[in-house]
């Protein structure tokens, strides 16, 4: 075997071993939804590992140690072919798994056990004649007649695992498949490869990348669940939001429109459009779950101060200065801002509360600036404030990439500030 062929060899295996290991390492600090993936990958990496160790003292004792370890090279690549048959049974299972049927009850399953229960007799059997493979007495590896026997078994199990993926392909995502269907089809085309290209393992080496391009994918896939549970929580918690409207804003709105009546009539039609506007906007974002143009919330808001400024009147100042609105952002942003504002800063016995709603066309992008002259909250985690803003400030992140931004007024009182990028 000439000397590039051997470095090479040596460096497949190397380069095998230090991918196995940075596949425990990920399996073990990645995030999976359940503990069986994780076990899974860590077991699925520790078996390549072997693989590659049991290549790599193949080629030392071959090509470097030579006469006298004959039966090294016999364990070596005896261990090397075992490692690399046990991937794909487990393969199989994990793939069953993953599509949500029971494994034990396939008969992909039981086809690939026969197989690889086979290609174990056949090792055996290889242990004690020259038909298969052997070394000759100065350790070099020759193929017998009858190679080819050895190699129907893997192959026939690649294809059961491929055959299996298909028939369960609609249980799986888009990524998923393509992560199962990389480390099929790669070493499989490397074993074919490697058939006619004799003395480089390239199958080494499919088979350590496509076993980490599965992990990945494998990972990304569950990132996008991650996500896609995230956006839907956030939406649930919006549409929770909407639904759980303070009553006594609601009864106290309906008092002082049924004491308008007879007095102020006209009023208390202007009062009623307005909470109607405010309500049917409120039932709108219900079923928003993109963003929305920003002139919608502008008209939210504004119904809803209309309410508020209706009962507080003197006690509540409002002022707007919007020229900036082309552009948009998740539904119900702007208006809980205010409402907190209004909430937690009117006070008869104090000054008036004054609410400025500000927007403005930054450099990237669009501000929003909600500035109250209340008392403020303090920082707590618990603070009932807080908790409405960040559940803003998370459908911003998810939803736009925007940003929210709380501090404190110079002279009293809070700033909000909300930030969405151009695109």
């Not at 090294?72 to 072919?81: A, D, H, R, T, V």
């Not at 080494?204 to 956006?231: E, F, P, Y």
């Not at 759980?244 to 002082?256: C, E, K, L």
């Not at 008869?348 to 450099?363: C, F, G, Q, S, Y």
Request: glycine share 4%; net charge neutral; aromatic share 12%.
């Amino acid at each position: 075997m000439t000397d590039w062929v051997v470095l090479t060899n040596f460096a497949v295996s190397i380069v095998g071993f230090v991918i196995s290991g940075i596949g425990i390492f990920i399996a073990l600090i990645a995030g999976f939804d359940e503990k069986r993936q994780k076990n899974f990958f860590v077991q699925f990496f520790i078996i390549i590992a072997l693989y590659a160790i049991a290549t790599f003292v193949t080629n030392l004792s071959t090509d470097f140690l030579g006469e006298g370890y004959v039966t090294l090279s016999k364990i070596g690549l005896f261990c090397e072919s075992l490692f690399s048959s046990m991937l794909m049974p487990i393969t199989l299972v994990y793939i069953l798994t993953r599509a949500g049927v029971n494994w034990k009850k396939r008969p992909s399953l039981y086809i690939a056990a026969t197989m690889w229960f086979i290609y174990f007799v056949l090792l055996i059997i290889t242990q004690f004649t020259d038909v298969i493979y052997y070394f000759t007495p100065d350790n070099v590896y020759h193929r017998g007649e009858l190679y080819p026997i050895l190699l129907v078994p893997p192959v026939l199990l690649m294809l059961s695992n491929i055959l299996a993926l298909f028939f369960v392909r609609n249980r799986l995502s888009k990524r998923l498949r393509n992560a199962f269907l990389v480390f099929l089809i790669i070493p499989l085309a490397c074993m074919v490869i490697q058939m006619a290209l004799y003395g480089v393992l390239l199958i080494v080496l499919g088979t350590t990348v496509s076993a980490l391009l599965m992990l990945l994918l494998v990972i990304r896939d569950q990132v996008d669940k991650m996500m896609s549970q995230a956006n839907e929580n956030l939406r649930l918690n919006s549409k929770i939001a909407v639904l759980q409207m303070r009553p006594h804003f609601i009864y106290n709105t309906m008092t002082s429109i049924y004491c308008m009546i007879e007095k102020e009539p006209e009023k208390a039609q202007q009062v009623t459009l307005d909470f109607t506007s405010y309500l049917r906007q409120n039932f709108t974002a219900i079923v928003k779950e993109e963003p929305i143009p920003f002139k919608e919330e502008l008209e939210h808001t504004r119904a809803y101060l209309a309410v508020e400024q209706t009962r507080f009147e003197d006690d509540l100042i409002v002022e707007f200065d919007t020229p900036h609105i082309a552009f948009r952002l998740p539904p119900l942003t702007l208006q809980p801002i205010v409402e907190n504002s209004v909430k937690y800063g009117v006070n008869p016995e104090l000054d008036p509360l004054v609410i400025k709603v500000i927007t403005r066309k930054a450099e990237n992008g669009s501000e929003v600036i909600v500035e109250d002259t209340g008392a403020g909250f303090g920082k707590e985690d618990n603070n009932e404030p807080h908790t409405a803003l960040k559940n803003i400030r998370e459908r911003l992140d998810i939803m736009c990439n925007g940003t929210l931004k709380i501090s404190p007024r110079e002279n009293g009182g809070t700033v909000v500030t909300i930030f969405i990028p151009k695109d």
